[in-house]
């Protein structure tokens, strides 16, 4: 049923929520609420000003409302509460002032000053009340506020919707679910934390049934399926790697070692190349590539940004400059000529290796003979991503590049449809990275050390959570911090900016003049998290890093150290945040990822908002593991008693992945 038939549900919030994906009433029932508020009204005010509290009370006063700067309002008036007057105030609640009558009961959430005699509130509801309730709160999006989502829900609830159930009857049957529109009803409006409990635990099995599910289906025929049996001379692939000048660790000639097994096997390669920051994966994947080539077939690489796709393009026209190999570079900014002469080329196969982006998933991309397609940083493409590019050639083997060490029984599991290569060694010569926590009021010890950096002739880059000054004043923009570190060196470094709101051309300039040492500076956003590869820079500085995950840290981390230097790290937050000492004690991507799974479950860890196949809505693989290797072993049951060809929703989701070529 369309979301049009809901009431006020216009073409603006069909739009906002067509962009979560969600366009039927049905999908909308499936946005969960992401906590609780339990409301249970106060008959006494405490004075605890750090305690949260909920009273009913009467208006006084007419509302106020007064702007302290554009789209940042406050509301006050005064309220009674029993036999005292109380003088209340909330933040970005204008709204609210046509309902906010004198004599009308109201609660008030938030915090009491004793001092002050004020309430200051973080949520008014506007009609009292009376016993205890809880209440969802949503993720809200562009304006819609939660009380809307809210009535919507409840109207989507009266309609007679569909609703498919994913769990087998089988399994309904022997863990007692309840049916799956209860389920919906009791997330949505519970009346007590059972529902809630009893909701989670049946919609949490669904989601995590329906993963094992495909991943065990693409297992199951990935073993059946016929790979191109290759012949290459193997010698000159290792004259390749004894020609470099560097030496690969045991780590990496056993994974190339593996790769070329695969290659020559008959059984389609479907490979997961794990290693740790600058272990030196693209490498590994880039000799893989020319044994590919050597029998006769072209290779793709695709990469999640153009700046890694630019920066491995001119590393591999560099690395095969004297081996007779046509290298080619394929991303969305390219003029249209420039594509259509490319296209061409991969079309009539004078390109022997494409390096590309999301370019490469265009329907006007057309290979002459695709044998090998490598996916760089492949947890941020979802699987039906993966399988377009498989799909452009025929039977063509796969091979996953992943920087995000996971621990290992995880990855196990949520990778168990491929095999698995590790690379645990760094290579030779290259020193840990000291890593430091600091506060920002050590900010001046930091700048000596940048400037005695960059007087040795190193580069230096520092990241800022957001590209310009929001309403968060307290985090520091790129803009902002290009003007404190200027001020600080007066001149003396280039210094510039690098986020991704740049248009390409200005990204590439910047990203060349840092790349031939000419920026000593580099101020950016996370875009640099993933590849870039500048061996001269010695130092990376994260300002509140607070918010961000220490699986990210370790990847942008990763950035320096690239070379014989001694490289540093500094964490710079005003928060005594605990699990950044991690960073402190450890280089280990492996064991950081094991912290980082422990302190935050897979949301960060696997970049689930960008990830195709790992967006659940309610599912946490470290908190719901149990209930993880159950549905594994369910879902393996339901694949061998073949009960899924009797289903016409197993059915459908096979040809929806398009798991087969």
Not at 623 to 640: F, G, M, T, W
Request: a neutral charge; charged letters at 25%; one cysteine or more.
């Amino acid at each position: 049923m369309e979301l049009s038939k809901l009431t006020n549900f216009g073409e603006t919030a069909q739009k906002i929520f067509k962009e979560i994906g969600i366009i039927t009433v049905e999908q909308l029932l499936e946005y969960f609420p992401y906590r609780y508020e339990f409301l249970n009204p106060s008959s006494i005010l405490l004075s605890d000003e750090k305690l949260v509290q909920v009273i009913n009370v009467t208006m006084e006063s007419e509302a106020q409302v007064s702007y302290i700067r554009r789209n940042f309002n406050s509301l006050r008036f005064k309220a009674r509460f029993q036999n005292q007057l109380l003088k209340v105030s909330i933040f970005n609640r204008a709204f609210l002032k046509p309902n906010l009558k004198i004599g009308k009961e109201i609660t008030l959430i938030g915090k009491y000053q004793e001092k002050t005699n004020q309430f200051i509130a973080n949520d008014i509801k506007v009609n009292a009340i009376q016993i205890p309730k809880i209440i969802p709160v949503y993720h809200l999006m562009k304006g819609i506020k939660n009380v809307k989502i809210e009535k919507w829900m409840k109207e989507a609830m009266s309609f007679p919707i569909s609703i498919v159930d994913r769990i087998p009857l089988a399994f309904q049957e022997l863990y007692h679910f309840i049916p799956k529109l209860e389920a919906l009803q009791y997330l949505h409006f519970p009346k007590s934390v059972e529902e809630i409990k009893k909701a989670k635990v049946r919609l949490i099995y669904e989601e995590l049934f329906e993963f094992m599910f495909q991943i065990l289906f693409l297992k199951q025929l990935e073993t059946f399926s016929n790979g191109l049996k290759r012949k290459f001379n193997k010698k000159q692939v290792y004259d390749f790697v004894n020609s470099l000048p560097f030496s690969l660790t045991d780590d990496q000639l056993t994974a190339i070692e593996e790769g070329l097994l695969d290659l020559e096997s008959e059984k389609r390669m479907n490979r997961l190349l794990l290693g740790d920051v600058g272990s030196g994966k693209t490498i590994v994947a880039s000799i893989l590539m020319y044994a590919n080539v050597l029998s006769g077939y072209q290779s793709v690489m695709m990469v999640p940004t153009e700046i890694l796709a630019t920066q491995h393009y001119y590393s591999m026209l560099k690395l095969f400059d004297h081996f007779s190999l046509h290298v080619e570079l394929l991303v969305g900014s390219m003029k249209q000529s420039e594509k259509k002469k490319v296209l061409e080329k991969i079309e009539t196969g004078q390109v022997n290796i494409v390096i590309g982006t999301h370019a490469l998933l265009s329907d006007n991309v057309h290979f002459f003979n695709l044998g090998l397609v490598v996916t760089d940083e492949q947890h941020r493409f979802g699987v039906n991503q993966r399988k377009n590019l498989q799909n452009k050639g025929f039977r063509s083997d796969v091979l996953y590049l992943s920087a995000t060490p996971i621990p290992r029984t995880y990855a196990l599991t949520i990778y168990g449809d491929m095999d698995t290569s590790m690379i645990k060694t760094k290579p030779m010569g290259r020193k840990e990275i000291i890593t430091k926590v600091k506060k920002e009021s050590e900010l001046k010890e930091i700048l000596n050390h940048v400037y005695e950096e960059m007087k040795d002739g190193h580069q230096i880059y520092v990241v800022a959570p957001l590209i310009e000054e929001g309403e968060m004043d307290e985090l520091k923009d790129v803009n902002l911090l290009k003007e404190k570190f200027t001020l600080a060196f007066h001149d003396k470094f280039k210094i510039d900016i690098l986020h991704g709101k740049m248009k390409t051309k200005e990204k590439d300039d910047v990203m060349s003049s840092f790349e031939k040492g000419e920026t000593k500076l580099l101020i950016s956003t996370t875009v640099i998290e993933v590849g870039v590869d500048v061996k001269n820079a010695t130092m990376m500085i994260i300002f509140n890093a607070e918010r961000f995950g220490l699986a990210t840290l370790h990847q942008l981390r990763g950035r320096v150290g690239r070379n014989d230097l001694q490289s540093y790290c500094y964490l710079i937050s005003n928060q005594d945040v605990e699990r950044l000492h991690v960073l402190e004690e450890s280089n280990d991507g492996f064991y950081i990822s094991e912290k980082d799974f422990e302190l935050r479950g897979q949301g960060d860890l696997f970049g689930v908002q960008q990830s195709g196949d790992m967006s659940f809505h309610l599912a946490d693989l470290k908190r719901d593991y149990k209930i993880l290797l159950q549905a594994k072993k369910d879902a393996l049951s339901y694949l061998e008693t073949k009960d899924y060809l009797n289903s016409e929703y197993y059915l459908s989701l096979i040809e929806k992945i398009d798991f087969t070529n």
